[in-house]
């Protein structure tokens, strides 16, 4: 089992940034992929980004590449988003995930955070 709490949510304008965090307790950490999804008001959730193990190859969606940047700290069992340029068509609740595959040409995940909103103001 695996618990992510996320953090660093807020409101920012427009072409400004954010850090997103998501700690993870639980065991074998290092051994998950990890990743960031989110959901818009009225919206399915999305996939935004996925970071592999031990600490590797990383996956963007097209809408954020170039502008978000995913990275992990093993030590700290930590995940980030950075999070930079930011749009309005970015507000959405951002969740941090675990366990993140690719099956049926989606990515899936078996383990969710609480989500943290993030606002960006035109």
């Known amino acids: 089992q695996v618990q992510l709490v996320e953090s660093g949510g807020g409101l920012v304008q427009a072409g400004g940034s954010l850090r997103l965090s998501c700690a993870a307790s639980?065991?074998?950490?290092?051994?998950?992929?990890m990743g960031w999804f989110r959901q818009a008001p009225g919206k399915e959730r999305e996939f935004v980004a996925r970071?592999?193990?031990?600490?590797?190859?990383?996956y963007y969606s097209d809408s954020v590449k170039g502008r978000f940047t995913i990275s992990r700290d093993n030590a700290k069992n930590t995940v980030y988003l950075q999070m930079n340029s930011l749009k309005p068509e970015d507000k959405a609740v951002y969740y941090c995930?675990?366990?993140?595959?690719?099956?049926?040409?989606?990515?899936?995940?078996?383990?969710w955070g609480q989500g943290t909103q993030v606002t960006v103001s035109s």
């Open positions: 995930a675990a366990d993140i595959i690719a099956r049926y040409g989606a990515w899936v995940a078996d383990y």
């Open positions: 639980g065991r074998s950490f290092s051994r998950y992929a």
């Open positions: 970071i592999g193990f031990p600490g590797g190859l990383t």
